[in-house]
């Protein structure tokens, strides 16, 4: 197959959660820009339709619906609207971050919550689209994870900042690159491929200080900048990486190296 179609997406139906958000949009973009006929779902309306919009007017097909992760009768009319619109689901980008936990002292009730959504409803999103996606044949499953799901935060870079790095989200995020490798052996036999990305931090309006410290300890000398995060999940969702499976790639600027 030539290089071109192995990554495009030509024909594909993809859901993205938290298709507006950070990291989202870029995603989204992606993978309109690879063909792929694209919906975001998020809790409100309202960012995701403004991208819908502001893509249609450059010609991508991006829809915009919503969905709680954390609900699983939300979870069901989401598989039912992507079922009615387009009879399938090719590549599913399990993108959606819920960050009720800002630091270790937080009380407990906020851990609960996150696990409310980033553990269970996080599952069961998985678990229901990957059964849409098995009923249409197969296809492609993406979870975004993170660098802190594999390793521990340098609390240093944080010193004299307001910033910090919260115990559930590292919790959940090396749960989810566990999960990501329990799948890829559960959902083969219904060709459904599963892999994860970890990206480190998208840069924004970080603390001068913390971002000093971050870019002198990166090999790459940077925080990752929204182009970072396209090619590779277009990648994992298209037949270019059709022999990959159950694998977690680092994006992280050598940081980790
Ligand atoms: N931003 C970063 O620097 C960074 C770094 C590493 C990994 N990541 C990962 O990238 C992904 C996106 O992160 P981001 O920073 O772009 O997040 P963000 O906060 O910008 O977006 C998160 C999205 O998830 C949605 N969401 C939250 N709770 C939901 C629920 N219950 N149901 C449905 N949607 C819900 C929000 O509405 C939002 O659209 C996450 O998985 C995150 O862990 C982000």
Redesign the pocket.
């Known amino acids: 197959m030539h290089l071109a179609d192995l990554l495009s997406l030509k024909g594909k139906v993809c859901l993205v ?2 298709g ?5 949009r870029h995603i989204t973009e992606a993978l309109a820009e690879a063909g792929g006929t694209v919906v975001t ?4 309306l309202e ?1 995701g339709q403004h991208l819908a919009d502001e893509l249609a007017r450059r010609g991508l097909a991006v829809a915009a619906l919503t ?4 609900d699983h009768e939300s979870v069901m009319q989401l598989k039912a609207e992507l079922e009615q619109r387009h009879g399938r689901l090719d590549v599913f980008i399990n ?5 009720p936990m800002k630091r270790y002292e937080d009380p407990l009730a906020a851990w609960a919550e996150s696990m409310r ?1 980033n553990a269970t ?1 996080m599952f069961d999103i998985t678990r229901e689209m990957a059964d849409l996606i098995a009923r249409g044949g197969g296809g492609s499953i993406v979870n ?5 799901g594999v390793y521990a935060p340098d609390f240093m870079l944080y010193e004299g900042t307001a910033m910090d790095s919260p115990p559930d989200y590292h919790f959940h ?1 090396g749960g989810l690159i566990t999960l990501t490798r329990y799948l890829a052996r559960k959902l083969a036999t219904r060709n459904i491929r599963v892999n994860a990305v970890s ?4 840069l924004g309006d970080q603390d001068p200080q913390f971002l000093g410290r971050y870019n002198q300890k990166v090999p790459l000398g940077r925080m ?1 900048l929204p182009d970072d995060i396209k090619g590779v999940v277009v990648f994992l969702a298209s037949p270019a990486s059709a022999y990959i499976t159950g694998e977690n790639i680092l994006m992280d600027g050598g940081l980790h190296a």
């Open positions: 959660t938290g507006a958000g950070l990291y989202g779902a998020s809790r409100s960012a969905v709680d992760q954390a993108n959606a971050v819920a960050r959504v409803g975004i994870a993170s660098m802190q995020k990206p480190g931090g998208l990752a």
